[in-house]
């Protein structure tokens, strides 16, 4: 799986936009980007994944580069309830069976009131 | 139920003995995934099962650890003569066919003294 790189750590004031980085320049053509993260003391939380286009859910948006070698995580309003561990994953589809979810080390996010 | 569920929630254990771990998938997901996470450290990828077959054992970090799954549904990891050095948070996951993203359980604490 192909890898990606976080920064280690983010700062954010509650309420405000937070852009979560994400390079993975050796990303193939089957690789979707996935997004979790993991509040402290509990297991990892689906967030939003993509392929090429822009994704949009509840919990936030996927912007995904023109050429896909990097994304950005997008939590539109932090709360206090966002400060964990952001992952972002590279998983390969295969036309129906996945590849496995490799977990590298995050960024963890930290929320100031 | 609605959600992966993982039994138990906590234990503690004397090195040597053996422990047994179980992981209940959202009903109808095919794809279940072991993970490990020792205190402070992030996600070890352990196994894949995709039905009752485990196509990626390749995580498993001794032959002391095993795991299997029955019915296409619930999944035991076991861990023989267990050593200190395997305390931790064992997550499970599962997912469905195609294209989904796999689900976390809240993990068993294994605590070995």
């Known amino acids: 799986d192909a890898k990606t790189t976080q920064p280690n750590s983010m700062e954010s004031n509650e309420e405000e936009p937070v852009h979560l980085p994400c390079n993975h320049s050796t990303i193939s053509g089957t690789d979707y980007i996935h997004w979790y993260r993991q509040l402290p003391s509990q297991g990892p939380e689906y967030v939003i994944h993509g392929l090429t286009s822009n994704v949009n859910n509840r919990m936030a948006s996927l912007a995904i580069a023109e050429d896909r070698k990097s994304s950005t995580l997008i939590l539109h309003r932090a709360t206090l309830r966002d400060a964990a561990v952001y992952y972002c994953i590279l998983r390969a589809d295969y036309g129906g069976s996945q590849g496995n979810l490799i977990f590298g080390k995050g960024t963890k996010l930290s929320v100031k009131p | 139920g609605a959600g992966v569920s993982q039994s138990p929630s906590n234990k503690v254990t004397e090195k040597g003995k053996d422990v047994e771990l179980r992981c209940d998938p959202i009903s109808g997901h095919t794809a279940l995934y072991w993970y490990r996470q020792s205190l402070g450290q992030g996600l070890e990828f352990l196994i894949y099962?995709?039905?009752?077959?485990?196509?990626?054992k390749s995580g498993l970090p001794s032959d002391r650890f095993s795991a299997e799954r029955t019915g296409g549904s619930v999944s035991t990891l076991t861990i023989q003569r267990t050593q200190q050095e395997d305390s931790a948070v064992y997550l499970c996951a599962s997912s469905a066919t195609g294209l989904g993203s796999p689900f976390f359980g809240e993990g068993s604490r294994l605590t070995v003294l």
């Open positions: 099962f995709q039905g009752n077959s485990a196509p990626d």
